[in-house]
């Protein structure tokens, strides 16, 4: 984006504010209204913008947060259409604010807003770059269940390992930051998954002035959480990336992670349709001799290890571009296509190893597989999931 780095004039009838707030939202109805009033109140005397980024949600929050706007005009709605994803929608929203520090938390009614206050003051004072609400100063409370607390801890305790900066609560969905060090992050930012604060934090290459505020979490005001178990995998994968300083981009590991298990379910019907299957008979291609029972065994490996790679991809990989309905049909049936090309090279090395090299059949279907699966990464990548829409601004 052209305004990205700046702040942007506004319209000349407002001055740019000092502080940027981003609620992202998904299904949030029932919460935003009261969430937006309460930090207006204790935002009161500090300049400051709030912008919804809102990815499509089915409910009214859309409704709510323009209603609210009529009568506050540092309300803003960003809504995206085609995209999911809380860290990519923080960005967005920092992206298009105007504030000089820039700041983010949930639109649940979780956060608690004498924190947020806190925060404001905090960072305003202008001798830190970066403030987090974090739950784990000196044992507090978490406001989480206890596996999401042992969990939260744990991703924690890796995370610390990626970290140039001794966060205690990297795992926090509420901070904010100076401009300058946003901007710092902002070329290198993933905008993987749901922990925006590991990404800025591993992304930027100063090393920041930062405080905290102690803080548990607050109740959810209606509505439902959105954390899963994918989010773990997202941190995982954006850990790697950062700790790979790139090498390994995040959307790779998570691809190469789905491959794993496409291997499985490969190898699974490898094995059954060897066992199982009989077609008999041979095909006589050119001078050489094809046996049926080789093609349709490392053939139905390949079709249904490939079906279950697009969906578990759609689903996790590309969840922030998930294909649905007819465009999910368009998109298996292009990634049949793309991985065809892989799929033969799997099967002609297949049977060339196995046949003309002499290699066991097993380790023959296997390699082969594995030296298509890259091809497949470049292929799905380029032609699958690749479709960006524009976002619409309300
Ligand atoms: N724009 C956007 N917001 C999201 C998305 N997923 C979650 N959120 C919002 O991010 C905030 C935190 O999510 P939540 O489900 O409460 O996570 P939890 O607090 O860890 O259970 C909430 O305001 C959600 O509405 C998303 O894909 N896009
Ligand atoms: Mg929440």
Same mark, same amino acid.
């Given at each position: ?19 940027? &707030?981003?609620?992202? +939202? ?7 209204? /009261? ?5 207006? +109140? ?20 859309? /409704? ?20 999911? @994803? ?37 960072? &305003? ?52 930051? +100076? ?23 591993? /992304? ?12 548990? &979490? ?20 954006? *850990? ?76 996790? +990989? ?30 002609? *090395? ?22 298509? @699966? ?21």
């Amino acid at each position: 984006m052209s305004d990205v780095g700046q702040r942007p004039a506004t319209d000349g009838a407002r001055p740019a504010p000092d502080l940027s &707030l981003i609620i992202c +939202t998904l299904n949030e109805g029932a919460a935003i209204r /009261s969430v937006i009033d309460e930090i207006c +109140t204790t935002l009161k005397g500090i300049s400051h913008e709030i912008i919804v980024v809102d990815d499509n949600s089915q409910d009214q929050t859309q /409704s709510e947060v323009l209603d609210v706007a009529k009568s506050r005009p540092n309300v803003r709605l960003h809504v995206r259409y085609d995209e999911r @994803g809380l860290s990519s929608a923080a960005i967005k929203g920092w992206d298009i604010a105007h504030g000089r520090y820039l700041g983010v938390m949930d639109g649940d009614g979780q956060h608690d807003p004498a924190a947020i206050r806190a925060l404001a003051e905090m960072i &305003l004072k202008g001798d830190k770059d970066l403030v987090c609400v974090s739950r784990y100063i000196g044992g507090a409370d978490t406001g989480l269940s206890w596996f999401r607390d042992l969990g939260s801890k744990a991703a924690t305790a890796v995370t610390g390992m990626v970290l140039k900066v001794p966060l205690t609560d990297p795992m926090s969905g509420c901070f904010m930051m +100076t401009r300058e060090y946003y901007m710092s992050a902002r070329p290198k930012l993933t905008g993987v998954g749901f922990k925006i604060l590991v990404d800025v934090a591993a /992304s930027s290459s100063i090393k920041p002035r930062f405080g905290e505020i102690k803080a548990a &979490l607050r109740q959810r005001q209606g509505g439902t959480s959105k954390l899963d178990i994918r989010v773990v995998l997202d941190l995982g994968a954006l *850990l790697v990336e950062k700790a790979t300083k790139g090498f390994l981009p995040a959307r790779f590991v998570l691809f190469g992670g789905v491959g794993v298990t496409g291997v499985f379910v490969y190898m699974a019907v490898l094995i059954l349709s060897h066992e199982f299957l009989r077609v008999g008979g041979e095909l006589p291609v050119y001078r050489y001799t094809l046996y049926w029972d080789d093609i349709t065994n490392y053939g139905l490996a390949i079709w249904l290890s490939m079906t279950w790679n697009f969906f578990i991809n759609n689903s996790i +990989t590309f969840r922030d571009k998930r294909l649905k309905g007819w465009a999910m049909i368009r998109g298996l049936f292009g990634f049949y296509f793309a991985c065809g090309v892989g799929a033969i090279l799997s099967l002609g *090395l297949s049977i060339l190893m196995k046949q003309y090299l002499g290699v066991h059949w097993f380790v023959s279907g296997v390699s082969a597989a594995l030296l298509s @699966g890259v091809w497949n990464y470049w292929a799905s990548t380029v032609l699958s999931w690749r479709q960006k829409k524009p976002t619409k601004k309300a």
